[in-house]
């Protein structure tokens, strides 16, 4: 298989996919906007932490400042909860009921 021969597969792939990436509603384009900017903070997040690690190539590290990723946390945690609104999660119960699981599953595996 050359290059072309697998664009025109993606090509009919698509085809045939596209009746089901239809936006039917403002709210669904609203948590999808917000789902991919959630994706876009993560990366800058883990951006972050790469230089930080100084996994970065030189030209990264030289205009990377450390001090930003207070402002990715931020920005993971803010848009993280500006998308569980859109979605119509209530956050604050599902942080509980997720604390709560952690905690048994943590108490479960000490008593092992
Ligand atoms: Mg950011």
Known sequence: MNLKNLA???SVLN????????????KEKEILTKTVKLNEEVGELCNDI?????LQRRAKL??????????????????TMMLAEAAGVDIERAINDKLKTLEKRIEEENRK
Do not use: M
């Open 50 to 54: 790469l230089g930080i690690l100084k």
């Open 15 to 26: 085809a045939k996919s596209r009746p089901h990436y239809k936006l039917y509603s403002q």
């Open 62 to 79: 030289e205009k990377f400042d450390k001090r930003n990723i207070y402002q990715e946390f931020a920005d993971v945690i803010l848009t």
């Open 8 to 10: 025109e597969k993606v």
